[in-house]
């Protein structure tokens, strides 16, 4: 079964996309609150993904996205936002594989079943 981190700082948001990604998706997923929990679970929990929040306190997905880039390249990374046009210009040459507005799951979707294989 394919693993996921979800790192998103609203609960709600979190919980929701989590339960959206393991209902449709059949994956499991794992929860982190800012980048720098991110960090931390990644060398636990060994996602096959991360789909990181852009906004978020202690560590914004985009710092979050560099460090993963740089330290564990062969981990896909989905961007997910309500901020889309300047998140996309941030994370150019980061090793994210794409940029998802909040308001429309539906890409994220497919492009995590893209990434997955499944």
């Given at each position: ?44 929990a060994k996602p096959d993904l991360v789909i990181l929040d852009y906004s978020m306190p202690v560590m914004n997905g985009v710092e979050t ?54």
């Open positions: 079964m394919c693993r996921v981190l979800v790192v998103d700082d609203h609960p709600i948001v979190r919980k929701a996309l989590a339960f959206y990604l393991q209902s449709r998706l059949k994956v499991q997923c794992v929860e982190a609150a800012n980048g720098f929990e991110a960090l931390q679970c990644v060398t636990r996205a560099r460090i993963l880039h740089q330290t564990m390249p062969e981990i896909p990374v989905l961007m997910l936002t309500a901020h889309f046009s300047a998140v996309e210009e941030a994370t150019k040459g980061l090793g994210v594989r794409g940029v998802f507005s909040k308001d429309n799951v539906e890409p994220l979707l497919s492009q995590t079943r893209a990434v997955l294989k499944i």
